[in-house]
């Protein structure tokens, strides 16, 4: 119907009692404000009830025996009720509020927990902006209708009471009734389908909107640099009119079946207006009953017309209901062969690939019958062109991916029966681009490890270049460094995350260094916090720098998923095959730059 709004891979379909039933877990925990309210809504049926019977037998008794003193107590008596009535109504709202908010509060945890658990593979393939509009803007909805829920439950409880009722006063009447009510019902029942889809729609276009705001906010420093505000501010546009179409259409379906079913209910009122007149009128059923009858029409039609037409409105929180669950139940691409996994107390650091497959996707192979091991403490530099396969070897160890075949052994043991957190807890990885968090450089460095003081994690950081580039920051190491430390230069930056390595003091090191030139200064500094950090772990590098190439135990020449070559950096050089073209093509022009660059920064 609309482009861009499909569904996601892992969306599913739930039928209304699957998600009603799980909704009612959700609920069980808070037994007692659910009985409460349900105490609230008795009391305010009652009095509901109550008022019009004390009406139809005041008419009656003044039509017999006038008395003012009867007319003021019933007043005062109709009075009362209606205080203890917006009493109950009140603190009914206010509990159901907190209900809900308690509620929603549980499922938004829940949504978060099961995303911030999926696989990187999963933020690879989905939108984060699309994935935060359902456990923020869908749990809002949700909550909504539960509120409206919580009204149709009251709606419901008056209908059986009211009929109830009715068939006190007239039974003939009350059947004729119930023989027109289905109609209404059965409408609203009709919409039911057609208000599912247009609301599903709707949550994928307001999804769309979400991820455009948040692709657009991150990247506004390169839509800067090259100019391209406007250009950025016309796809939101057009992305924001396809919402606007899609919810207005969302809004047309569902805005128009109250005005449907509130005709039809009219036409009943007339109907019964109609033949109860004529039981008045010849006796079957007093004045004072026939006015009863007709109020508490009003008051039967209105909740059950809500009911008709809710069931279409509801259809919107269970689509909100269909969305979260999905995001919770998506399967991970990584697998466990154990459960629950190994938990070593500290890996020795063996890495081994035996005859790994592995693809991103059918057409993309990127190992083929890859073999390789790498010795405790030992360090390997990965080298070769883009696409040779250097960032899924490191994905693979990683576990941020699953291999096809093969097998992938730490320890001596697969990869796949190691309990994944406390696996991962015995990494350290250093990104391209090091993800910073907007806090200070202090509880950047102790993010692994939070336990460690203000004095170890100084003592730590001026481990490297004897904290020269940490007196350089303005505050030391409470310097703020700003969302994804863009306060910091790329050196400063990498910097701070090899120190937050090397305070996790890792087993198995992975780094994908970046490729962002720096001053030899600095570069000296990466190279002492590299030193520090390879002299305890077995480490992985993909090597961009002439210095952590030279600095690895081996170095590992990949071409297409393929070892083509392997050695120290004499050794291969020595040979003179793809290494020594790599380094003549690219290490040997950075060595000659940061050589002059040294020289310049000395003789100024």
């Known amino acids: 119907m609309f482009m861009g709004l499909a569904a996601e891979k892992y ?16 609920f069980a925990p808070f037994r007692r404000q659910l009985a409460v309210l349900a105490v609230l809504l008795i009391t305010v049926t009652v009095i509901g009830l109550v008022s019009p019977l004390l009406i139809a037998r005041g008419i009656d008794l003044v039509g017999a025996q006038p008395s003012p ?7 005062l008596v109709l009075l009362i009720l209606s205080v203890v009535s917006w009493f109950c109504q009140r603190l009914r709202r206010q509990v159901t509020v907190r209900l809900i908010a308690d509620v929603v509060g549980r499922m938004r945890e829940d949504a978060f927990n099961a995303t911030i658990r999926h696989d990187l593979s999963f933020f690879d393939e989905y939108q984060s902006g699309k994935v935060i509009s359902r456990i923020t803007n869908d749990t809002q909805e949700l909550s909504q209708v539960t509120l409206l829920l919580s009204d149709l439950i009251s709606q419901f409880t008056i209908i059986i009471a009211l009929i109830i009722a009715l068939f006190t006063i007239s039974w003939q009447l009350t059947l004729a009734l119930l023989v027109m009510a289905p109609i209404v019902v059965f409408l609203g029942w009709a919409f039911r389908q057609i208000a599912r889809m247009v609301t599903r729609t709707g949550f994928r276009a307001i999804a769309e909107v979400n991820s455009a705001i948040q692709e657009s906010v991150a990247g506004i420093r390169v839509a800067k640099s090259f100019r391209q505000e ?7 546009r057009q ?14 379906v569902l805005s128009n079946v109250f005005p449907t079913l509130n005709a039809l209910s009219g036409i009943g009122t007339a109907i019964m207006a109609y033949l109860g007149g004529r039981a008045a009128l010849n006796g079957a059923v007093s004045v004072g009953a026939w006015y009863l009858f007709i109020i508490s029409l009003e008051q039967f039609w209105f909740p059950l017309t809500n009911i008709a037409s809710f069931w279409s409105q509801i259809q919107g929180g269970l689509s909100a209901c269909e969305r979260i669950f999905a995001l919770m139940d998506a399967q991970p691409a990584v697998r466990q062969v154990a459960s629950p996994g190994h938990r070593p107390t500290r890996l020795r650091g063996e890495i081994e690939f035996r005859r790994v497959d592995f693809r991103y996707n059918a057409q993309q192979q990127v190992l083929r019958d890859f073999s390789l091991r790498i010795a405790p403490g030992e360090s390997v530099a990965l080298v070769g062109h883009t696409g040779a396969g250097k960032s899924s070897i490191i994905k693979l160890i990683a576990r941020f991916y699953e291999f096809q075949d093969g097998e992938i052994l730490i320890d001596g043991r697969d990869i796949r029966s190691y309990d994944l957190t406390a696996y991962r807890r015995q990494l350290g990885i250093v990104s391209q681009v090091p993800f910073l968090f907007n806090d200070t450089v202090l509880n950047n460095i102790r993010y692994a490890r939070p336990e460690l003081s203000d004095a170890e994690v100084e003592a730590i950081a001026r481990q490297i270049g004897d904290g020269e580039w940490l007196d350089a920051l303005p505050a030391g190491l409470h310097t703020l460094v700003g969302e994804r430390g863009q306060r910091l230069s790329m050196g400063q930056r990498q910097l701070v995350a090899l120190a937050r390595v090397l305070a996790q003091r890792p087993p198995i090191f992975i780094l994908d260094e970046a490729t962002a030139s720096v001053d030899p ?3 000296r500094q990466i190279q002492a916090a590299l030193d520090l950090i390879l002299a305890g772990s077995t480490s992985v590098l993909i090597a961009h720098r002439l210095s952590t190439v030279k600095a690895a135990d081996r170095i590992i020449v990949l071409d297409h998923g393929r070892i083509i070559e392997e050695g120290n950096h004499e050794t291969l050089m020595a040979r003179g095959g793809h290494y020594a073209a790599l380094y003549d093509t690219y290490f040997r022009h950075q060595s000659a730059d940061f050589n002059a660059e040294l020289y310049r920064k000395i003789k100024a």
């Open 11 to 26: 969306d599913r379909h739930y039928s209304d009692r699957q998600l009603v039933r799980r909704m009612a877990a959700y």
């Open 69 to 75: 003193e009867g007319i003021v107590a019933l007043c």
């Open 230 to 236: 406007a250009a950025i501010y016309d796809r939101f």
């Open 239 to 252: 992305i924001n009119q396809r919402s606007y179409a899609v919810n207005l259409r969302r809004g047309f």
């Open 521 to 523: 200064f600095t570069e």
